[in-house]
């Protein structure tokens, strides 16, 4: 770890309904080193997603500044932002959102085809250990596995960064275990930085740093002297 890949510096973010203002961020700082694995824990609510769908570009903030590597994406109109988003951002999110009517091969092969530099979709899936489900149509497949061709779609394309919200919301503690293995494998293999929301307390421990979310604000960070591998997780 050395470089901050990403810098967000007093991101705040409001969301205006008529007379009704809901403060998701207020004033939050966070920089994520590159190759490193943090983790995002917090009460529902406490600006968790608002802040890596900042990060990621999905959204914008309503104040503060947001830099990735050399970019500073504050200021970027929607088309530079899809661009960076595109490049640079693999995303997860707790549902997969694969295209039932598709293979898990052509699931992935959708990204890789307008990607710059992509694996081939069956590295990508080799790696979150799918080699023999390629085939396979999401419905033939269990959630974690589907939530792994997800991942596969996410990395396939080489991004520096992984965004995941809630990876593994919906999993029990067997299959959300091989996600976690996915994506410790990707971060340790390729230094992708990977950021991780999660609700459950005991992933904490694979990542290098730990950020705890209250009421808009990052109110504590803490370093893993140690990091355990996620077969050791207790669920
Ligand atoms: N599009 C929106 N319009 C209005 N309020 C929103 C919107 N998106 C989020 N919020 C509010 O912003 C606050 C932060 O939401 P956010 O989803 O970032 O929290 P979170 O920590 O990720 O929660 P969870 O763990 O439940 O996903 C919440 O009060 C939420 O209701």
Redesign the pocket.
Known sequence: MSQPIFSAHDVS?V?R?GEVE????RGVDLDLFEGEMAVLL????????????IMGGLDRASAGTVRFADQELTDYPDSRLTRFRRDHVGFVFQFYNLIPSLTAWENVALVTEISRDPMPPEEALSLVGLDKRMDHFPSQLSGGEQQRVAIARAIAKRPQVLLC??PTGALDSKTGILVLEALDRINREFGTTTAV?T?NAGIREIAHRVFT?QD?GITQMHVNERRIRPQDVVW
């Open positions: 973010k969301y309904s809901v403060w998701a961020l917090g009460p529902s609510g406490s600006g968790k997603s608002t802040l890596l769908n919200d809630e929301i609700h979310f808009g």
